[in-house]
């Protein structure tokens, strides 16, 4: 697949490909019954099988690139994202979709704060004011979801929204953690690590857990393989392929329409109609986001 992005697709038609599969995320985890833990393992699993093919032959002679430091960053770094991809599934099982997809989607605001406190980069005051005005619409975002969520029984959108968060700053780190080694190293090397490094720590809290990791039928079976092929391969894959050939600001404004493709999906396949204040903290949040992440300090 990356082989015919390479030699035919523009990097930007691949993008819009990326952010319509990433949009479908949401909607998937949604319709499954499965743990969210067990759910974002086997769609980590099933992508990283997908990946193995590329990585053992075209790319075979990039994994020398690898030294020690670098095998650890790349599992710390897949650690991150088992953590990221279990905190964003959980959430949406306690609060909407819009409110989940857009506050996951705030990881621009973390790497700006990170990349200014550890990579020493300044933040400047575009980036600040972005950071504010996000900030803002987060919290009446949260309101919103609260007060609408006040009497749907087992509605916890606080709570919900919290994990979000959790893990848009997981987001955050794994873009930080893997900034410096995805300079040096090829995208179907560096992801195959990075899953495989995700899987095993999903696997290893499933089995600390005592989640059931067999005897799902033949449709969560399916749900497992969509997230795998649509989110996993088309979207966060090609994402990673893309940042050598677009600018990161220019993917991190890309990734914006996620939200709204989510949302936009959730009233058409699951009839979920945000509030008023759920879609005016929303459009909030992404002008915030915009705004961090178009700015240049």
Not at 20 to 46: C, G, N
Not at 182 to 206: D, I, K, N, S
Not at 244 to 259: C, K, M, R, W
Request: aromatic fraction near 8%.
């Amino acid at each position: 697949m990356l082989d015919v992005l390479e030699a035919r697709t523009p990097p930007t038609v691949a993008l819009a490909v990326a952010v319509v599969a990433v949009s479908t995320s949401a909607i998937l985890v949604r319709w499954s019954d499965a743990p969210s833990v067990v759910l974002a393992l086997y769609r980590v699993l099933l992508t990283t099988l997908l990946v193995a093919p590329f990585a053992f032959t075209r790319y075979r002679g990039a994994f020398s690139a690898f030294d020690r430091r670098d095998v650890l960053v790349a599992t710390l770094t897949g650690a991150t994202l088992a953590v990221h991809f279990t905190a964003y599934f959980e959430s949406l099982a306690w609060t909407s979709v819009a409110a989940s997809v857009t506050l996951v989607q705030s990881q621009p605001l973390f790497v700006a704060v990170g990349a200014a406190a550890f990579l020493r980069e300044r933040i400047g005051a575009r980036k600040a004011l972005g950071i504010a005005v996000a900030i803002a619409g987060m919290v009446a975002m949260s309101a919103g979801e609260f007060l609408a969520g006040a009497a749907v029984a087992g509605s916890r959108p606080i709570y919900g929204n919290g994990l979000a968060v959790l893990g848009a700053f997981m987001a955050a780190v794994y873009v930080l953690a893997g900034r410096s080694l995805r300079q040096r190293v090829a995208v179907v090397p560096y992801v195959l690590v990075v899953y495989t490094a995700c899987t095993l720590t999903l696997l290893t809290v499933a089995v600390a857990q005592d989640l059931p990791l067999t005897g799902y039928g033949r449709r969560e079976w399916l749900l497992f393989f969509a997230l795998a092929v649509g989110p996993g391969l088309f979207g966060h894959t090609v994402i990673n392929w893309a940042l050598e050939h677009v600018e990161s600001s220019v993917v991190s404004v890309s990734l914006l329409g996620e939200p709204v493709g989510a949302t936009i999906l959730a009233l058409l396949l699951l009839s979920e109609t945000p509030g008023s204040a759920t879609v005016a903290g929303g459009l909030v949040v992404l002008a915030g986001i915009y705004v961090t992440a178009a700015a240049r300090a």
